[in-house]
C-alpha cells in the first residue's frame, strides 16, 4: 500500500516544513518537497494543512474490570474513537489482582488487545509481591517488550501498592532498565478521610473530591519521587492533577532527577463544580481519581506544560456508563473511578493550547505524540514523520470546528466530559501503518489491524556503558 500526503507543512516536535510525506508497507519512505507519486499510489491531498505524527495516549484502561464492573469502551472501539480524533497509538494497563500471576494477568490482557484498531502496548502494573513477581518482571523485560511498570499508590484493598511493594518494585525495575510510573495518592489518607466523610451522612458524588483532597495527591507524588531519588530509577508520574504533584515534580526535575509528569487533558479543562450538579448521574459520570480540582489547579498545570515541567498528556480513558455509576447510588466510594476522552484529547489540546497561544504547533506534537515516544522507548519508530518511521499520522485542518457530544462521539460511552465544546482545529485525515482510518467522518478502521509494540528497556544501553566504563575501553569506544 502506498500512500503520498501532498501539499502539506509537516509538523515534528523539533521543526516544521512544507514538505510531502510518501509511505510504503506501512513505512514512511521520503519527506520531501513536489515528491513523485508511484503508479497505483493513494494520493491525499493536505490542502494546506500540517502532517503531524499520529497522537500516542499513554494512558488509557479499555474493558478493565474494576470495582465491580467492567469498562464500557472495548479495544477496538476505544483504538477506533481514538483514531477518529488522530490518536494512532494507546499504551494501556494490565492490572494484576493482588496475588494473580503476572505473566498470566499479561497474557489475558494481551488476548483482550488483539481487537484492536491501531497499535498498542502495555504497562504492567504491580500490585503485590513475592519473588514470582520479581521473577515475572525480569520475563516481561526480557521476552514480551515491557519497559514500565505502573503502582498504584490509592485504592487501599484493591489493588494499592504500599511502601514494601514500592521499594522493592522500584529496585527491580532499576536492575531491569525499566521505567516506574505511579497513581500518586496516599491510599490510607483517601480510605480514612472516605469514612469520615460517609460518617457524616454524605454519601454523593460531591463526596468524592472531598475524600481525595490535592495534598494527598501531592504527598504521595513527593514520596514517590523520593523513592525513586533514593533508588536511583527514572519515575514518571501519570494524571497528575494539582499544583501539589506539579510542585513535587518541578523540585525533583530542577535537581536532575529523571521525574515525568503526565497530564490528562480533562483535568486541565474540567474543573471540581461538575461533583456539586444537581443531577447525580452526572455528577457521577465526573467520578475519577484524581478528582477534576478547583479552577486554579488548572492555570498551573497548563503553566506546567508550558514550561516543561509536564511532558506528556493522556485520557485515562476508562468509560462507565450511567447504570454502571450508579452501582454507587448509595454510596460514592462504591461509583466506578473513571471517565473518557480518548477521541476528543487532540482536539481539546489543539484548542485550547495552541488556538490559546499557550503552545506552538512544535509543543503540541511533542506532549501528544513525540514525548510519549521518547519517554517510553517508542521513538523513533514512534512521534515523528521520518524516513523508517511507522506511517502513522494525521492530516489537521486548523479551521475545521466540530462540537463535543455524546450523540456524536465514537466513544463507546453515554457520557461526554467536554459536552457541548466547540473546537477548532481537528483531524480530517488520519493514517495508521500507512493505511487510512479516518477520512472527513468516514470511519475506516479494521478490527484486529492493531499491533502490539514491543518497548525495549534502556538496560542493554545502559549495561554496555556501564561496562565500558568499568573496563576502561572508553577511549576504543570513541575511536570507532
Ligand atoms: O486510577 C486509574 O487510573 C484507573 C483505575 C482509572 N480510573 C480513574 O479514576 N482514574
Ligand atoms: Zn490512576
Ligand atoms: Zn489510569
Given at each position: 500500500?502506498?500512500?503520498l500526503i501532498r ?23 521520503a519527506?520531501?518537497?513536489d ?27 479499555m474493558e478493565?474490570p ?10 477496538f472501539?476505544?483504538?477506533t474513537?481514538?483514531a ?6 494507546i499504551?494501556?494497563f ?21 481487537k484492536?484498531?491501531t ?15 520479581h521473577?515475572?518482571?525480569?520475563t ?15 485504592y ?8 514494601e511493594?514500592?521499594?522493592n ?52 507524588a ?6 525513586a ?6 519515575l ?14 518541578t ?17 486541565l ?13 452526572y ?6 481519581s ?21 511532558q506528556?498528556?493522556?485520557?485515562d ?16 466510594t ?6 473518557g476522552g ?21 509543543e ?22 521520518a ?6 499520522l494525521?492530516?489537521?485542518d ?10 456524536t ?7 461526554n ?19 487510512v ?12 489491524a ?6 525495549p528497556?534502556?538496560?542493554?544501553y545502559?549495561?554496555?556503558?556501564q ?14
Amino acid at each position: 500500500m502506498t500512500l503520498l500526503i501532498r501539499g502539506g507543512t509537516v509538523v515534528n516536535a523539533d521543526q516544521s516544513q512544507r514538505a510531502d510525506v510518501l509511505t510504503e508497507a506501512g513505512k514512511i519512505v521520503a519527506v520531501g518537497a513536489d515528491l513523485e507519486a508511484p503508479s497505483g499510489a493513494e494520493i491525499i491531498d493536505a490542502g494546506g494543512g500540517y502532517v503531524m505524527p499520529g497522537g500516542i495516549d499513554p494512558h488509557t484502561h479499555m474493558e478493565l474490570p474494576f470495582m465491580g464492573t467492567v469498562a464500557s469502551e472495548d479495544f477496538f472501539s476505544g483504538t477506533t474513537a481514538g483514531a477518529v480524533g488522530g490518536t494512532t497509538m494507546i499504551i494501556d494497563f494490565v492490572i494484576p489482582n493482588p496475588q494473580q500471576d503476572v505473566i498470566e494477568a499479561y497474557k489475558t490482557w494481551r488476548g483482550w488487545a488483539e481487537k484492536s484498531a491501531t497499535d498498542y502496548s502495555f504497562h504492567v502494573a504491580i500490585t503485590w509481591w513475592d519473588d514470582s513477581v520479581h521473577e515475572a518482571m525480569g520475563t516481561l523485560t526480557r521476552d514480551f517488550g515491557v519497559n514500565s511498570f505502573k503502582h498504584f499508590m490509592a485504592y487501599k484493598g484493591a489493588i494499592m501498592a504500599d511502601d514494601e511493594i514500592l521499594v522493592n518494585s522500584f529496585r527491580r525495575a532499576r536492575e531491569l532498565g525499566a521505567i516506574c510510573t505511579v497513581h500518586a495518592e496516599n491510599g490510607e489518607l483517601v480510605a480514612h478521610l472516605q469514612q469520615e466523610i460517609l460518617n457524616q451522612g454524605i454519601t454523593g458524588p460531591e463526596g468524592h473530591p472531598m475524600s481525595r483532597p490535592s495534598q494527598v495527591e501531592g504527598e504521595a507524588a513527593n514520596r514517590a519521587i523520593r523513592i525513586a531519588q533514593v533508588l536511583n530509577v527514572p519515575l514518571y508520574i501519570v494524571h497528575n492533577s494539582c499544583i501539589e504533584s506539579l510542585e513535587a515534580i518541578t523540585r525533583a526535575r530542577n535537581e536532575g532527577q529523571r521525574v515525568f509528569g503526565e497530564v490528562l487533558a480533562g483535568h486541565l479543562l474540567v474543573d471540581d463544580s461538575v461533583y456539586r450538579h444537581k443531577d447525580w448521574d452526572y455528577a457521577a459520570a465526573h467520578v475519577m481519581s484524581p478528582p477534576f480540582r478547583p479552577r486554579q489547579h488548572q492555570e498551573a498545570l497548563w503553566r506546567g506544560l508550558q514550561a516543561g515541567m509536564l511532558q506528556t498528556t493522556a485520557t485515562d480513558h476508562c468509560c462507565f456508563c450511567a447504570p454502571q455509576k450508579r452501582a454507587g447510588h448509595n454510596n460514592f466510594t462504591q461509583i466506578p473511578n473513571g471517565t473518557g476522552g480518548v477521541e476528543d484529547r487532540m482536539h481539546v489540546l489543539w484548542h485550547h493550547g495552541v488556538n490559546s497561544g499557550r503552545l506552538t504547533v512544535n509543543e503540541f506534537v511533542a506532549i501528544t505524540s513525540t514525548n510519549a515516544a521518547k519517554i517510553f522507548n517508542l521513538y523513533p519508530r514512534k512521534g515523528v514523520i521520518a524516513v523508517g518511521a511507522d506511517a502513522d499520522l494525521s492530516v489537521w485542518d486548523p479551521a475545521l470546528e466540530r462540537t463535543i457530544s455524546k450523540d456524536t462521539h465514537h466513544q463507546n460511552v453515554d457520557f461526554n466530559i467536554f459536552e457541548g465544546m466547540i473546537v477548532r482545529g481537528i483531524n480530517t485525515v488520519t493514517v495508521a501503518q500507512g493505511q487510512v482510518v479516518y477520512q472527513d467522518g468516514d470511519v475506516r478502521t479494521v478490527r484486529g489491524a492493531g499491533r502490539y509494540v514491543d518497548r525495549p528497556t534502556f538496560a542493554p544501553y545502559y549495561d554496555a556503558m556501564q561496562k565500558a566504563a568499568e573496563q576502561q575501553v572508553w577511549r576504543a569506544v570513541e575511536r570507532v
